[in-house]
């Protein structure tokens, strides 16, 4: 009898020992799910792909679902692709497969493309005309040109070159004014990865040392808080003019322009194309110039991610095969060091020149100009715009020229992360809407495989151009240039520099 008593107890304890085992293993559930980056706002071409966090237990799945409220504004497929096709809202659901009341929902807003943002109007009762742009890091604006006034400080005699700088929102960040009695003129503005500002241009007079003689390029460097770093000056007994300015990965600098007389080796002949490197310290690193027996120049110059550099310009000559008549449009590489990688040439048998540089994340490059003949198709008018794209290794991928029945010029070209090309410049007609009146400034954005994506026409009755552009990181497009009207607010008197910003 004790031996059976025993062995009950034995049972019992081990069956408790079971129920209490399995009850230790909870059931697989689902506590919560969250779509990463919540509601946001996009543009009808946005590559979008949402994530989303599940916390499980029990070794709950982690699959969800995925719904748009309105698919013809953007649909959703089930890896959280989201195929973008209009303008509107609609909200986005994410909802548990293990347990359908976990879900979480954002809004998508889809905005139309290249939006207005904000136009900023300055000048004093003289004029100020704006010529390039450029953006940092940080979102931060600045735009370069010249003044009759005084926009910061007492005015020169004469004109004086200004940096301004505004922030992504418009709001002014700091102004700096110089030339006192020379004559200065500005062509270029570039900023590098640490904020730093570079403005280039030419002058008469002394910003550093003693003048050469004619025109002097210089090259000036502000901090990001418009702090002066350094200025150099450089020069022959000739005329040397500046274009553009470009920095690279490194922080190295590069200056390019025109000169009459011997910079580095001798004159082909004419006027010769230049570029010239510095560091982010202001050393010469080393300069390059080159041309045919005719008259040469750049226009501009941009730098790749891998620090190959490209040079734009015009040639009376032969550079690159043969000339195809009047004025033809080059473009010009070298690698970081130096070294020439290959020069294109190309044109019509009538007029053909070359405003600008640019190149995107995949190292491709874009020029920009005017032409007289036709690149591509027929032309619509007198004077066409036109963008032409190349491979880094020189390959053409694409041209555009567009016009209206009148006067047309691309004057600046730029390129965003998303590879996306923004031309802006002048136009005598009407590429989108009606003329205002006079000359109107335009940009246009081209896909990067050169398909239109939308062209912004804008001025006043009188004459208006926009001269520069540049992208931020975060889809920002930014035009500078001159109006001789109210594009915000009142005149300031004579012709006003502007800055204006568009979404992508």
Same mark, same amino acid.
């Given at each position: ?27 697989? &559930? ?6 990463? $980056? ?35 504004? @953007? ?10 096709? *209009? ?38 009762? &003289?004029?100020?005309?704006? #010529? ?6 940080? %979102? ?12 910061? %400080? ?13 922030? /992504? ?18 062509? $270029? ?10 403005? +280039? ?42 274009? %553009? ?5 490194? %922080? ?18 004419? +006027? ?17 110039? #080159? ?15 891998? =620090? ?9 000559? @032969? ?19 130096? *070294? ?16 600008? !540089?640019?190149?995107?994340?995949? =190292? ?74 006079? /000359? ?21 009755? #009188? ?5 520069? !552009? ?20 009142? /005149?300031?008197? =004579? ?10």
């Amino acid at each position: 009898m004790p031996s059976i008593t025993t062995r009950i107890v034995v049972v019992a304890a081990l069956t408790l020992t079971i129920v209490l085992a399995l009850g230790a293993c909870s059931a697989p &559930s689902v506590t919560s799910v969250s779509i990463d $980056g919540g509601d946001r706002t996009v543009v009808i071409d946005d590559a979008l792909t949402l994530t989303v966090t599940v916390v499980t237990g029990g070794g709950a799945s982690d699959a969800v679902t995925w719904q748009s409220s309105d698919a013809t504004v @953007a649909a959703i497929d089930g890896a959280g692709n989201v195929s973008i096709s *209009a303008v509107g809202t609609t909200e986005v659901t994410a909802t548990s497969t293990v347990d359908p009341s976990r879900s979480d929902t954002v809004t998508l807003t889809v905005d139309p493309l290249g939006v207005l943002e904000w136009t900023r109007q300055f000048g004093t009762t &003289s004029n100020e005309f704006a #010529f390039a742009v450029a953006t940092d890091a940080s %979102g931060n604006v600045y735009s370069v040109g010249r003044t009759g006034g005084a926009l910061e %400080g007492p005015a020169g005699i004469g004109w004086d070159v200004f940096v301004r700088s505004y922030d /992504s929102a418009g709001d002014l960040r700091w102004t700096r004014q110089f030339g006192a009695d020379i004559s200065v003129y500005v062509d $270029g503005v570039a900023t590098d990865a640490n904020g730093n500002v570079y403005v +280039a241009g030419h002058t008469t007079g002394d910003l550093e040392g003693v003048g050469h003689g004619g025109f002097d390029v210089f090259v000036r460097s502000y901090d990001g808080a418009g702090s002066l770093r350094w200025t150099r000056q450089f020069g022959t007994s000739d005329d040397d003019r500046a274009s %553009g300015v470009a920095t690279d990965a490194s %922080g190295n600098v590069y200056v390019a322009g025109r000169t009459t007389g011997d910079l580095a080796g001798e004159s082909a002949g004419g +006027a010769d194309a230049f570029v010239r490197s510095f560091d982010s310290a202001g050393t010469l690193r080393w300069t390059r110039q #080159f041309g045919s027996s005719s008259d040469d120049g750049a226009t501009g110059v941009a730098t790749d991610a891998s =620090g190959n550099v490209y040079v734009s310009g015009n040639t009376f000559g @032969a550079l690159d095969g043969p000339f195809a008549g009047l004025t033809d449009v080059f473009v010009r590489s070298y690698d970081g060091e130096g *070294a020439l990688r290959w020069t294109r040439q190309f044109g019509t048998t009538s007029t053909d020149q070359s405003f600008g !540089v640019a190149t995107d994340g995949n =190292g491709n490059v874009y020029v920009t100009g005017r032409t007289l003949g036709a690149l591509e198709g027929d032309s619509a008018g007198f004077s066409d715009a036109f963008v032409r794209s190349f491979g880094s290794d020189g390959t053409v991928r694409w041209t555009r020229q567009f016009g209206t029945s009148t006067d047309d010029e691309a004057r600046s070209v730029a390129a965003d992360a998303s590879g996306n090309v923004y031309v802006a410049g002048a136009t005598l007609g009407a590429l989108e809407g009606d003329s205002t009146g006079g /000359s109107d400034a335009f940009v246009r954005s081209y896909g990067n495989d050169g398909a239109l994506r939308w062209t912004r026409q804008f001025g006043t009755s #009188f004459n208006d151009i926009a001269f520069g !552009v540049a992208t931020d990181a975060n889809g920002g497009v930014y035009l500078t240039g001159q109006t001789f009207g109210a594009l915000e607010g009142a /005149s300031a008197g =004579g012709f006003d520099a502007f800055v204006r910003k568009y979404g992508r």
